[in-house]
Structure formats: C-alpha cells, structure tokens
C-alpha cells in the first residue's frame, strides 16, 4: 500500500467496500479495510462517492481526513499483530479486557500513535520508539 498513489489507494479502500457491501469474497487486505470501514459509519459516503465522482472535495478537509484516520488503523492493526515495537500487542489485548469495545481500544492507541510520528516529523531523529511505549502503557 505504501508505494501507490493517493487515488489508488482510495480505491483499494473502495473497491473492499463494494465487494463487503455485494458479499463478495474478500482478499485479506480487502477484509481488513471493509471492517475499518464497517466501524466508522460516517465514512460510508465519503467511500461510496469514490465511485461516482472525481471531486476531492468530499473526502478530505483541512481538519479531518478519513483516509488517514483509516490508515492509522491499518498501522496500529499491523504493529498488534507483528508485536512491534515490542509489548504493543500485549497493550491492546489488556486494554481490549478492560475497555470491551475494540474500537475504543483503537482510537486510545491511534492517539499515541498520531503524536509518536507527528512528533518524528519535527524532530531530526524521526519517531521515538520509546516515548510512544510510554504513551501506550499509560493507558493500561
């Protein structure tokens, strides 16, 4: 996903939804856009007109941007499920526990996350690994 353009990859996010929405067979990837999309109702739309029009109006502005608010989902999905940095998956099954609601548990730790690399983008020596630990294990 990385090395493709922003279009492309929007529409690898509609594409799941349409095969999710048709009940088509979903490749792995595929499955886990459709089930971050399946959590954020809200963006329904915004992944639907994809398919209609070629306005970028719709699905982005300056304070918010769905695509981006998805792919942190995939990044903190991916680092759970590699354990990496190490102890990540071990904080989300506890809080998970705690919380019972996995998107809650999400959006606790995407918070974590969007600062560790927002703060890598200001700082010369990029993300720092243990300031977002730190970040993770005060949510425990």
């Not at 915004?46 to 918010?64: F, N, Y």
């Amino acid at each position: 996903m990385v090395s493709q353009d922003q279009e492309q990859l929007r529409m690898q996010y509609y594409r799941a939804w349409e095969k999710h929405r048709s009940g088509e067979v979903l490749e792995p990837l595929e499955s886990l856009l459709a089930d971050i999309i399946v959590m954020h109702p809200e963006y329904h739309q915004t992944i639907e007109a994809l398919g209609q029009e070629e306005d970028d109006s719709t699905t982005a502005t300056d304070q918010h941007n769905p695509f981006l608010h998805m792919g942190l989902h995939i990044a903190l999905l991916e680092q759970v499920q590699t354990n990496r940095p190490d102890g990540i998956a071990a904080i989300y099954n506890k809080l998970l526990n705690k919380h019972q609601n996995e998107h809650l548990v999400q959006h606790l730790m995407i918070d974590c996350l969007a600062e560790a690399l927002w703060q890598g983008q200001h700082s010369p020596g990029g993300p720092d690994e243990n300031q977002y630990k730190e970040c993770l294990e005060k949510l425990q």
